[in-house]
């Protein structure tokens, strides 16, 4: 603001006797004067410098809020009620109705004509502010755009790191001659620390501020792929993923937080819709970047890809973006108000039940020590972490009081079971197109997978473009609908096998897939996540808790269907023809994932004996999905009937009971 000279145009003694709003301006000092002008600058000034960045908005356009509000309001009611009275003539005769309509045009023009001399009048008499002729010329601001340009670069990338190691992870077992366990754990050992940095990132992106947290979390994600990319043993690959994770956590949920950070509803709905679009890019072009770079023996180049796309970024984003700043107050004070003992109470849990799930049965007896005793400490410390989070002092990492409500409970298990449901369809669905060797290479089956994705990716956005504008009532239907998609098509995944013929598997995709697209668009915009009368400071919260949520729906559900996977064919195989008497069965379970590249060189013969055990392992997961997909459709059906029942309360009381669900 100390770039423009603001003066005033006129003495305030010389002026006559003003209405009370000319008085209120008259009367401010030049320092107010530009405190005002800055306040209430019009949405439509060309030059919006807050955005994205620190510096302040321009002066805005001179002369606003200069009129007599009770004269123009008088002029403008006599003007509409001209206006109605001449569309209720009826027509007696074309001349006299000709006639009478040039009288009428004349008596609105009048009015027009009144209402502009009663605004320049008053404006004439009003001290305004001079603006610069340079202060307008900055209509497209490059340092904002190659921000969010940075922001789509990241969002790719995690897309990439999420769907391009499907169909490579049997050729990485191969190679690094990983067991079964080894190679699931190569996707939860990203997912799992992903999910857990999320929220610690985001609270201490309010102490150290966004850029630099980011900037970290860029530095961690690209140091990952690297170690992962050169490593020639698991025990390597996995501490790559593990960094990668930290990482991938701090960018996804930064990514969303500097969205919101916006202080225009425009700018917020225009870079979530981009930002959504370069996530379906991903989604959809990772499994066949991951499958041509896997045929030509360059699967570490899914890792390396990482490295020159963040790399560049890092260098980008110190020079060019102006993100939230930290907060006022000491360091030392603020990182006591981090809820520490909340974090390390949700990590040991969610690790000691990831461990337990994985064991259980197919490496540990359900009943023995190594498999209770991880549930037993996992449990308990979950349930510590609700308990501390509910009665701490301290602020915690993530907000679970809307999960107090029917209405944010239900929203909250929805993202969660979506993205359960969504990854296990990912890391599971290539497994039967690979072992059905619908295409030679794995490019070629990645194709297949098109169906999915693109029906994902279309429904999510047309969704998206029309959620908006939905009422909640009508949100919780379409909400209902895409889970009875989703529903049916992980129902009719069951049915798929390497019998299938193309056109089923393909139409059972696009039923799945716009099932998914249009839950996810719903999730999104849930009146629990995202309210419009919410304070600024409280939604970087609420997309916090979405993102964890929805992440950490992603690691539970791949450990839970590596766990269903692992014990059905651990009990299915001993009986195989193929397998019977060679004493080789338990080790074809540990080595599952790395032995569907032999599966494929197999002859015929041998490969429809060995391949339904495969199918018959693989269905039990698609059962246990449409199970929790049917559980959570009557979770939104009683999120319907509760809304219904709110909606026919009086206006006072619905407001009371919205303002506790924000609280």
Sequence with gaps: MDNYNHTRSHSTSDLPTLPASARLVTNLSTPQLQHLTYSIAPNDTPNRFSKFLEAPRNVPVPNRFTFDPQALAAARERYEQERNNAGKIKERSSKQTGGYRISRRASIDLLKKEMKDIHDKVVERIPTVEVPALSMEWDWDWRFYTTGACLCAIDLALAWDLTSLVLALPTISSSLQTTSLQAFWVIPASLIPASLFIPLFSHLSDIFGRKSMLLIALIFFCMGSFIAGISYSVAGLLLGRVIQGIGAGGMRGLSSVVVVDLPSERDKGMWGGILGVIQAIGIITGPVIGAALADHGAWRWIFWLNVPLCGTVLIVLPWVAKLKEASAGSVRTKLMQVDWIGW????????????????????????????????????????????????????????????????????????????????????????????????????????????????????????????????????????????????????????????????????????????????????????????????????????????????????????????????????????????????????????????????????????????????????????????????????????????????????????????????
């Design 344 to 663: 390390i109470l949700l990590s040991g849990g969610s690790v000691a039940l990831m461990l337990g799930v994985t064991w259980g049965g197919s490496f540990y007896p359900w009943s023995s020590g190594a498999t209770i005793l991880p549930f037993l400490f996992g449990n308990i410390g979950v349930l510590s972490f609700l308990l501390w989070t509910w009665y701490s002092p301290i602020p915690a990492l993530i907000d679970v009081r809307p999960c107090a409500t029917l209405e944010g409970s239900g929203t909250y298990l929805s993202v969660f079971v979506c993205g359960g449901i969504g990854l296990a369809v990912a890391y599971f669905l290539p497994m039967v197109l690979l072992i059905a060797n619908l295409s030679p290479t794995l490019t070629g089956t990645s194709a297949y997978l098109l169906a999915l994705t693109l029906s994902a990716g279309v429904s999510g956005l047309g969704s998206s473009l029309f959620v908006h504008q939905m009422n909640s009532s009508v949100l919780r239907s379409v909400t209902c609908l895409a889970w009875i998609l989703v529903i049916v098509g992980t129902a009719l995944l069951t049915q798929i096998t390497h019998f299938s013929t193309t056109g089923i598997l393909i139409g059972v995709l696009i039923v799945l897939g716009a099932g998914g697209g249009v839950l996810c668009a719903c999730s999104c915009t849930s009146p629990s996540i995202s309210r419009p009368d919410q304070e600024t400071a409280v939604l970087p919260d609420a997309v916090t808790s979405f993102a964890f949520f929805r992440s950490l729906g992603h690691m539970v559900g791949v450990a839970i269907g590596a766990s269903i996977f692992q014990n059905s064919l651990h009990n299915i195989l001993p009986g195989n023809p193929v397998l019977d008497g060679s004493g080789s069965a338990d080790q074809w379970t540990r080595h599952a994932v790395a032995l569907i590249q032999v599966i494929r060189d197999m002859s015929p013969q041998q490969r429809n004996q060995l391949v339904p055990a495969y199918d018959a392992a693989v269905q039990l997961v698609w059962i246990a999905a449409a199970v929790v997909a049917g559980v959570s459709l009557f979770t939104s059906l009683g999120m319907y009937w509760a809304g219904r029942e709110t909606g026919r309360m009086g206006g006072d009381e619905r407001r009371r009971q919205v303002d506790v669900e924000v609280v």
